[in-house]
């Protein structure tokens, strides 16, 4: 799969998966390579950190019970619009696909 497109498929499911409950970076990451086995452990903390940047997410510190306090990923307000308009895009894009008879 083309890598840009993948990185805004990840993206995607990323803030997704954020939308059902706040997540740590390691727990996320093990998520998401289940479905994509190719995706490095550093390419997820790279969206994370994006993600972050602009906005789309915040970090809570929240106690562990091994070891030291673990960042939780949460969605916020702007992030969901973000996540809204994704999701309507690729919608899009699959019905566009499948306007042509391509069928998976």
């Known amino acids: 799969m083309d890598t840009q497109m993948k990185k805004g498929i990840l993206e995607m499911c990323i803030l997704f998966q954020l939308k059902k409950e706040p997540v740590y970076g390691y727990e996320l990451m093990k998520s998401v390579r289940q479905v994509f086995s190719d995706v490095y452990e550093g390419s997820i903390y790279t969206i994370l950190r994006r993600l972050h940047k602009s906005g789309y997410?915040?970090?809570i510190q929240k106690e562990s019970?091994?070891?030291?306090?673990r960042k939780y990923y949460e969605i916020t307000p702007s992030g969901e619009e973000y996540l809204s308009l994704m999701l309507?895009?690729?919608s899009a894009v699959v019905k566009g696909v499948s306007s042509l008879g391509i069928h998976i």
């Open 88 to 90: 309507e895009e690729w």
């Open 65 to 69: 019970p091994n070891g030291p306090p």
């Open 57 to 59: 997410t915040k970090v």
